[in-house]
């Protein structure tokens, strides 16, 4: 089953479980997989910027896409494959399909510049992984430095058939989504999926610009799955509800570079990780930070029964 | 009366209306001003980045100091005199001074690298508008692209008397404000005011990392002034309360580029501004986010009565 | 006489001359004027990037341009005008041309990304300046981090009727000039003028891909001229010859950052300038380095005449 | 034989050879290494940036390793084995040093800013590959946008006793170098090899400034090879002399970006290589280019017979 442009819902980024001797806890990932898979997730992506990527040995990679594969059964896995060679692009795209992956996913290099520049690198990069492969442009030029707009996003689209679905994390970005969704309308762009992420902190709004769902790594999937559907469903006022009480800590969690240990920290006091290790190098929370989640937490739990750790 | 070490509280970093035909908007700037102190603000940020500050001619910019110290009356005004060279840097501080002002606020040139060059660049902007003139540093990665370390920020502060104040808006910032008051407290840098910005995102917890207070422009400064002062009198949860209630508003007014345009739109629906024109060049709000915008001050109003509008 | 797509030849980037005390040293402005007149330069760039424009005071500016127009007689004088804001480059460029410069020349902010922000850049400067001041398109990412295709030069051009020159620094950019003239041999461009810069270190093989003409500051504007006109005539080897004679220091004087020092030592051995001073903040040579200037100007006497000094 | 700070000379930055259908050339591979001993090479290194490094398989990189040290028997082979993580960079590195390679290089992630960050990042690095692998510190902003000062770099040899060599290839560096050397002569700097690169731009001066030797990929590695010898016996106008009838093909080979095609095809006319491919995505040379190099090689040939080609 692959990717398609239809794909909607919430395909939560998967962070990786390491052990405190930096070895992958396996445990801790088949753990997040059924996790997922229970609140009722439509897909998952793995190995993204936030799965510790460029930390992991290439066979430990292919191990966590076989884990996903196996415990989401069914349910379309993507796969972070950016590089910075088209090698290791295509080694891992070839591998991960063969694994039962439904996709890949792909960041530009932080090198890139003129709109051009960005077109020929994802026509470069659809011709590595071959024209089977379908996949997933991240556009997040907060991490990357890459801008794209609109019109180079629908370059990218037009050119390459397996181009099915957009990561978007923009920022700001609502007027890139209504402008991409009004080309769609039109019949001047393609159908492709367009899923949000940059950590959750707009999917209110983004929701209703027409995003599709969401592929971020909030350590409360579940409140990603509700305000989706809700959101959907024309209930907006319980969707901003939700949100807007999970916003103050999710904003915490959003802090680049420092997020991801807020995230792993939250999931493992969820009984989800074992531990809230990170591989080298790889900050940690201070105690006063620690003590700011938790509070953040107590606070949330007042709402939402779920944040009861 | 200069700007101290001991400046704290809430300074809004002013933004300049515009007439629709792009002349200063005289009535709305004192207006303004007026607004600012009626509410209680410590002093006023003008000339800053979210004060269009490069598209005023040196006269106008004069005036707007003008204007603030007349209004705000013994309040401190600090102005933003970056400059791509130290001579225009230079005319304005020394005129702005003349004319009133407590001080003046430098950002680092977005091509400053390495830690001396940071460290040097503040060295020659002291030296140009005079050991006389207190002077901020604005740690703005996001926006500066320029990263200060604590120790490159203690550097500065010690080679420069009259560097008294840090506008720490660097994202995440936390760690950082706690380790600056670390070393006051322990006698490793000398005492100067830390005022907390990026939008005001991580007010909250800016303060009870010990904060002296804000210098941002959120178009509810009232709300700033209140966080402010019950994180310091202690009332936790008062503080995080109505800071959560305003969060959603605040971080839709935090996005980079946009912002600007939200922050004038809410100033003109409260009666602040009489427009809310950006002078040339500039981006205005499409209808849906005025809409969105319309939608976060409704769900905003339930909870806090100034957002009726 | 304003600028026209048809301007070619040799616009040296003026340095401007200091006193040791700062002040500008106007006894060697005017001797280095009359110099460029008298070795046959086609015109004249004032207030670049090379010509400390940031450091000075507005009303400085302004003279430079009035001296320059004075003492340069009817060859036209092209004003750098780039600006953070578009208050302060539309009113040096409205005055340099009232005091009778030719026409301006406009960096792009080095904040820039897109084809699209480019564009739009250049079509609200040339906005702020008038329809009626020719501008040049500086095109120098090694500086301003700003990559414009060969496609972006075109929008400018055909957006903006008073677009009339190109200067072209990209590096690489044999390629790009070549694209640009089969443009404008296919009527798929616009006749502007194209004059090449970078220090010089392409200067010839640029000219054999369809330059006008060089507008760097070498300083030795002289051989520019030579190799400009050989290269034109067809004496191919004669410009080589001369170009490769003079490469070693040419490359010893386009590092950038210390490549102003160099230029102005050069120029004061000359006895063109009477100081090499660079207002603050400037860095200077040390005696090593002027030492190996020394010997390359040894090296290059016993080729040309024109190096003994 | 492990790489040591007394490494001097000519270590020749390999290119990888190419069949036209993007497989690994090893008859040139062969050919180029036998070529490098042959000319009296100190060393070599191997997937440098020049190298092609990210477009090789993990295999095929080992395997160029291999090659490198059975033909140059003896000699040290130093290998590029940056990577976006650590896990790639230590599993290359420790199989690298197991197949007989003397040494490590290293180029900074171009996300670091602040000085910490560096000297953090190599600390990391230096434990990721293990304290008994050598590594080289490859400073080269203009690729990296990486900036070390003189003090990082000290730091950087100081923390880590493997740290054994500087690929000094900053724009402008003639003062850096200066810099550690005078350090050195003080006792302040531990003893370490600092080669120069930078295409070989001021090899003639920075040898003065006391380099140890060259480490670039000139497509004629005879001439780094005398240079170097005759600027190590005081033989200064005939160093200078023969490098500057090599600058013009230099720095014709020296665009960032378009430098390799001219490699290639420099060292395919020179009959090294059999093909001037690069693997995909890679830029070749237009007919116009090729015929300005061939212009140069004949020119050249005029002084250096080895340029009959």
Redesign the interface.
Known sequence: MKLTPSAAGVFPIAPTPFAPDGAIDWASVDRLFDFYARIGSDGVTVLGIMGE??????Q?SLAIVKRAVTIMGGKPIVVGVS??????MR?LAREAMEAGAAGVMIAPP??L?????IV?YYA?AA??IGADVPFVVQDYPLITS????P??IRRIATDNANCVMLKAED??G??KI?MLRKWQAEGALKPMSILVANGG??L??EM??GADGSNTGYAFPEMLIDVVRWSKSGER?RA?DL??AH??LL??EQ????GLAVRKYVLMKRGILAHDTQR??GAGL?A??KA?VDFLLQ?LARVDKRAVV
Chains 1, 2, 3, 4 share one sequence.
């Open positions: 990527a460029p930390k992991l040995e290439p430990e590089a910075p060679g088209f090698a290791a080694a932080n090198t510049r003129t709109d051009d520049q020929t470069q011709d590595a890459v801008v794209m707009t019109g180079v920022w700001p609502l007027e209504s902190l707009f209110d709004f209703e610009r006022d901003h949100f807007d916003l103050p904003r915490y802090q680049p570079g420092a080298k190098p201070t006063t930070a700011e606070r």
